[in-house]
């Protein structure tokens, strides 16, 4: 289900423009073999923040076929992105469309479970303020948000953004009547404590939005 009402849903979709022939063939491939990617109302919206924040480094957790880095390194030419993928199949594909948008020398992925690889970025930077992230997206497994999370601070640099999206799950983390499956709700537990984690920290702002499947925006404060 929609978390919002479904004809406003349908009419902020109507308002959708794709950036790109090749990157509108692009979302209509994944979304033929159901492949999640970032929504189209989601899309929209964090495209505009990316292009208010310019940043200089941007690091995605959850590639899938490559849409959204490709979107984000489209919006924001000056940018370079790190995205980390577990699935192998993923990366794969992910690097061919990479290459075919010409974005391979500004997009790298790597490969691997994210904690190791947050740990390994966390080892190849010598100094964050010059060298660190100005703009985080969470969108992989989401019982490990906080894992995420946690694993991305020390990455970021002072004024950061970090970027958390389907944080409402369909609308499961709002209400136990939208749980319908007994498997869901470990997920669920765990999203609602990622939410109340991030807004009560006292180095981040955090607004919670019911954009597309819910996207949490954070801007930190971090002070050395």
């Not at 978390?3 to 509108?24: C, F, G, H, M, R």
């Not at 490559?66 to 924001?76: K, L, N, P, Q, W």
Request: with cysteine.
């Amino acid at each position: 289900m929609n978390i919002t009402n479904d004809k406003v849903t349908e009419y902020l979709e109507a308002l959708y423009q794709p950036l790109s022939k090749t990157i509108e063939l692009l979302r209509a491939d994944a979304e033929e073999q159901h492949i999640p990617i970032i929504l189209r109302e989601t899309e929209a919206c964090i495209l505009n923040i990316i292009r208010m924040k310019k940043p200089r480094r941007i690091l995605e957790i959850g590639t899938a076929v490559g849409y959204s880095a490709i979107c984000f390194a489209t919006a924001s030419p000056q940018t370079e992105i790190i995205s980390l993928e577990l699935s192998e199949e993923m990366v794969c594909i992910a690097t061919e469309n990479v290459k075919q948008h010409d974005l391979s020398n500004r997009i790298r992925i790597m490969a691997g479970d994210a904690a190791e690889s947050l740990n390994e970025l966390k080892g190849s930077i010598a100094d964050v303020d010059s060298e660190g992230f100005d703009l985080v997206f969470i969108d992989a497994a989401k019982g490990h948000y906080r894992e995420f999370w946690d694993g991305s601070i020390p990455l970021c640099r002072r004024d950061a953004v970090i970027i958390s999206d389907n944080v409402l799950i369909k609308a499961r983390t709002a209400s136990d009547e939208y749980v319908t499956e007994k498997r869901q709700k470990t997920s669920v537990r765990r999203m609602r404590e990622f939410i109340e984690y991030i807004t009560k920290l006292d180095y981040a702002d955090t607004a919670v939005l019911s954009v597309g499947d819910g996207v949490a925006v954070s801007v930190l404060n971090i002070r050395g």
